[in-house]
Structures are given as C-alpha cells and as structure tokens.
C-alpha cells in the first residue's frame, strides 16, 4: 500500500512566522501535490512537481513556496504565515498511468494566530 | 481551465434509499475520480474513470462516466450508515497531472 505521511496533524504558528509542512511518500511517485482544504471550497491545488527540484504553481500559489529536494519527500513552505492560510493541508502524490489515482496524506490542521 | 460542479453539497438519506450525487465538469477531461472522507480522515480513492461510458460498482456504489454531457455520477444503492461521509469527484486537466476538484457532498445516512 502506498503511504503519504505528512509530519504533524495539527500545528499552531504565529503570523509573521516562517511555516514548514513536510510530506514523504514510500512508492517511488514522480507526482507529488499540495492541496489546501476548506469548507465549502473543496480541494484547491497549491503546487505540484513532476521530479526532483521541478515545481509547478497550481490554482493558489500566493503565499506559498515548495521545495522538492529528493523524489520521496515535498515540502510546503508559509513564507510569512497569515490568519488567512489557517486550513487542512493535505498532501498526495502518484504516479504516471491512466488508472492510477492520487494518494492522499492525513492532513495537517494548520492554525494561524 | 477546467471547472467541476458538484451536486448535491449536503444530502440526508434513509437506510435503503437510492441517491445519486451529480458532477458536471466544463472542458475536456481524459480522467474522472471519486474519493470518499471520513471526518477528520484522508481522502480515500474509490474509482478512476477513464473513457465514455465506463461504469464501476464496488458494493452500494457505482460510478458512470458521460464524456459527451461532460457529468459523471455516483449511485448509491439501499444506502447503509457506514456509506455517510463526503463524497468528491475530480477532474484530470488535459495535458498535465493536475486535478480540480468538486466541492464535496456530505451524505449523511440516516437510521
């Protein structure tokens, strides 16, 4: 089984603070994703990378960077956290071919104060 | 840039009724997903749907795919408690990996 591990579930930051999400997937997955979650809105996709050191912007990108320095591990970065990106952080990855789906991490409960 | 419609948002149901939940989507799409929440869990892949007219049951649900109406829908069938949870579809953009997604139905089954 696939498994996408994000490194808290919840986490309490200040605004102003620099903010680190880290995710690591164990099944060798050349696609790996940054979603917010928020009720009402659904999943809005942040970043995505096909490979290491290659990032792509996804729909909301401001505010946000990412960092992908090996295959098995993406990182989310809050450059200077506000009250507004207090959400659901979840991270997915997968792999080329038509069957197969996004394997989504648990999440991490991000709060800003 | 594609556009997923979701329908129902909310959707409270009697133990053995049958629903279906609805999701349009704007432009062309060579992909269709359906995922499943729990609260406070992960998104659980439940079908991908790949070509006009594919249909896929597992269990109560079955999922269909219209490339032609752009809508895919999720049948639920003499629902259960167990099935109630949010329910998404999403779409692949043609051309990239990326996803959008719809804004969820939270179906709720009621004893």
């Known amino acids: 089984d696939v498994k996408v591990t994000q490194s808290s579930r919840y986490l309490v930051k200040r605004t102003g603070e620099k903010v680190f999400l880290e995710c690591v997937q164990d099944m060798d997955h050349e696609n790996m994703f940054w979603y917010r979650q928020d009720p009402g809105l659904g999943l809005r996709l942040i970043y995505f990378s096909y490979d290491v050191k290659m990032k792509e912007k996804g729909d909301i990108p401001e505010g946000y960077s990412v960092s992908r320095e090996k295959k098995e591990r993406f990182s989310l970065i809050l450059e200077s956290a506000s009250t507004n990106q207090t959400s659901m952080y979840l991270c997915a990855s997968s792999t080329f071919g038509k069957n197969q789906p996004q394997h989504f991490g648990d999440g991490t409960r991000l709060s800003i104060l | 840039e594609l556009k997923v419609e979701q329908n129902p948002l909310f959707l409270s149901m009697q133990e053995g009724k049958n629903y279906t939940i609805y999701c349009n989507y704007s432009t062309t799409s060579d992909r269709l997903y359906w995922y499943r929440q729990d609260p406070g869990k992960s998104l659980e892949s439940l079908f991908v749907?790949?070509?006009?007219?594919a249909v896929k049951q597992e269990g109560r649900l079955m999922a269909s795919l219209d490339t032609k109406a752009r809508l895919s829908t999720l049948h639920i069938t003499a629902a259960v408690h167990d099935l109630s949870a949010t329910y998404f579809c999403?779409?692949?953009?043609?051309?990239?990996?990326?996803?959008?997604f719809g804004t969820g139905t939270r179906l709720t089954i009621i004893p």
């Open positions: 749907l790949l070509s006009n007219g």
């Open positions: 999403a779409g692949k953009n043609f051309g990239n990996e990326k996803l959008t």
